[in-house]
């Protein structure tokens, strides 16, 4: 069997590889934004039917969205697959959970004449799906790499501007609660001239939806250079920000609209990756986090008497 063909049909092992069936539909929708236009229609087509793509050859699925086999090979692999054969096997696995009523319905855009119990129904539909596809789609590996460093780090810092920023400011107020040092940075000046002091055994976090963001894609290039451990909570698994970070921590969105912009619609991911970071190291420093979190209570105490 020639490589391109191995590459076409994936390994003849039997094992699927790659992403969970689960989380396939996550995935497309993360990662769509950033394919090319050829790419987008492949991944588009077994999103919205994978129990007729499952059963469609190479070839076929070429043809029907009007590209190659190569790049349905190039889409299959994006979203995680080591081969067309792998997708395909996730397709079937994604059609059956459809078919047992499990899929979500799709999701409806926010218009201007809404009433406001149908915004507050779509919003918490779109808050929900953004959740489950960011726990589906997130690389535990990667989750507890990053935990790892964060419990044993001498310092962390945290950038992020804009509603990334809030972000950062969350995780770095939960980090000091339990009696790390940490840091949010959201001035650009200010977070490559702390980058700058950053060394090995240090921790640095960019949190940027985009993965482009260059006020903070700065900081952390300057603290990898300098030997840090870097991490990325970002929206787009090959932005620019990752190729600064030793471990990526994919985040989801809902669809953007002309009334929630993709920076609200993020924040709720970020939010949720922020706390599977808090939990992991309070579970990893549990001695020292306990007290500290009992003696930040004990302190604020007085505050919720009056």
Known sequence: MTQD????????????????????????????????????????????????????????????????????????????????????????????????????????????????????????????????????????AQLGAAVSALAAARRTDIYGVGASGLVAQDLTQKLLRIGLIAHAHSDPHLAVTNAVQLKAGDVAIAITHSGSTGDVIEPLRVAFEHGATTVAITGRPNGAVTQYADHILTTSTARESELRPAAMSSRTSQLLVVDCLFIGVAQRTYEQAAPALSASYEALAHRHRR
Not at 80 to 101: E, I, K, T, V
Not at 119 to 130: F, G, H, I, R, W
């Open 5 to 140: 063909v191995k590459e076409i049909f994936g390994s003849a092992s039997g094992s699927t590889g790659g992403t969970p069936p689960a989380a396939l539909a996550a995935k497309v929708r993360t990662l769509v934004p950033s394919m090319t236009r050829s790419m987008q229609r492949v991944a588009e087509t077994v999103a919205a039917d994978p129990a007729g793509c499952a059963a469609l050859t190479v070839t076929a699925l070429a043809e029907l969205t009007g590209t190659s086999e190569a790049t349905v090979v190039r889409t299959a692999r994006i979203l995680g697959y080591p081969g067309y054969r792998d997708l395909r096997l996730a397709l079937a696995g994604l059609a059956a959970q459809q078919q047992s009523g499990r899929a979500p319905a799709l999701t409806t855009d926010i218009a201007v004449d809404d009433p406001i119990a149908d915004v507050v129904a779509k919003l918490a539909y779109d808050e929900q799906q953004t959740l489950a596809d960011t726990a589906a789609g997130l690389d535990t």
